[in-house]
């Protein structure tokens, strides 16, 4: 497969430097693998850079989803959310016994937000809109604060490809550090909130529901509510704290990256969306009117003996096995037609300009 003299180039993967190792090395001489002082160190440094007052560090961007649901939605409550993610966000909603509601997308990949507000007229069993900062791209939050006071919404940002300051106007912010994502710490993720309450009862479900309460005696605990073992380790967080200090440099090279496609892709495959400063870039998606599906494989098969890992984000949730069987399928045809048109190019701290010629070039040839 790697037959390029660049070996394989994937669409996304980590940087991880000495700096890093040193911190990991470091934790695991010290007395805590587990909590300890690096944990509320990374979710303060979180915080900050963020614009949350208060991030709960969790074991990955799936829990953080699952906990901010517990949070969010009650048994029979319904979600709006978007068909153009990755399953955790829906499934994270069947979690609580609630029931998402896909709307399609608009041309750059996120939710249609019109959409939204005539489910949100109809349904008055929507508590809650899950939206998908989708590519890094952030969403239009005057339009989604007029919705979240019009209709009394809980309005969750599923930020696993965001990495921007907040607006203030979701209730809570989910992130994932996923290797592939901004920052990594193996498996890891976050939940971010600027209410107390919420902040509490997070911190309560990331360790069994337990509060400490030793009032009464020395090795006293109290279980409150039915939580889970989502903590993230000392390990974990140490690493992180490294990476974050090198998001801006891992930003600022991603557009670097993205603008570099803007400025020499070939006229016939399109960005997604005009260049954006805004946009963290997670993804780079480009569109190219395929005919069928069998040609869009075609052109991935030959890519990928060039040993260019495209890569497509994404299958439309309801359109998977388990939610077709639960009655979810439907055609959007927006959402149809990005299936067929969207591809994502590889984007990384690490990508050269040389790599991406060659990626250019590749598709010019084949396209
Ligand atoms: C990666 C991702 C997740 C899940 O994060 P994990 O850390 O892999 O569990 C959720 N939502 C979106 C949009 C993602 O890209």
């Given amino acids: 497969m790697e037959n390029s003299e660049y070996g394989f180039i994937p669409y996304g993967k980590q940087y991880v430097d000495e700096c890093d190792k040193k911190a990991v090395l470091e934790v695991l001489e010290s007395d805590y693998l587990t909590t300890g002082p ?51 966000t829906s499934n994270s909603i069947l979690y609580v016994g609630a029931k998402p509601i896909f709307v399609d997308i608009e041309n750059n990949g996120l939710i249609n937000l019109d959409l939204v507000e005539e489910k949100l007229k109809k349904n008055k069993k929507i508590k809650a809109v899950y939206l998908v900062t989708f590519s890094g791209h952030p969403l239009d939050d005057e339009k989604v604060k007029y919705l979240k006071d019009k209709y009394g919404v809980k309005i969750l940002y599923d930020n696993a490809h965001y990495f921007g300051k907040d607006g203030g106007v979701c209730d809570i912010a989910t992130y994932s550090f996923h290797p592939v994502k901004h920052i990594t710490t193996f498996e890891g993720g976050a939940v971010a909130t600027n209410n107390e309450k919420i902040y509490k009862k997070l911190l309560r479900l990331r360790n ?81 009117p395929f005919k069928s599906f069998d040609e869009k494989a075609e052109f991935f098969i030959k890519m990928r003996q060039k040993g260019i890992g495209l890569q497509y984000h994404y299958i439309p949730i309801n359109q998977q096995p388990f939610y077709v069987k639960k009655g979810y399928f439907k055609k959007f045809p927006q959402m149809e037609k990005y299936y067929l048109e969207a591809f994502s190019l590889p984007i990384y701290y690490s990508l050269s300009v040389k790599e991406q010629d060659y990626v250019i070039d590749c598709m010019e040839e084949l396209l």
């Fill in 38 to 88: 690096k944990v509320q160190e990374f979710e303060e440094a979180l915080a900050n850079r963020l614009g949350f007052k208060y991030v709960v560090v969790v074991s990955n961007g799936t829990t953080a989803l699952h906990l901010a649901s517990r949070v969010l939605l009650n048994v029979g409550d319904r979600a709006v959310t978007t068909p153009n993610s990755f399953l955790s």
């Fill in 208 to 288: 069994h529901g337990i509060v400490k309460d030793s009032s009464m005696y020395p090795w006293e605990y109290k279980m409150v509510d039915l939580g889970y073992n989502y903590r993230l380790s000392d390990v974990a967080c140490a690493m992180g704290l490294i990476q974050l200090e090198k998001v801006d440099m891992f930003l600022s090279k991603r557009r670097q990256i993205a603008k570099y496609y803007h400025d020499n892709l070939p006229e016939k495959i399109k960005p997604l969306y005009p260049y954006n400063e805004k946009s963290s870039y997670h993804l780079f998606v480009v569109r190219y």
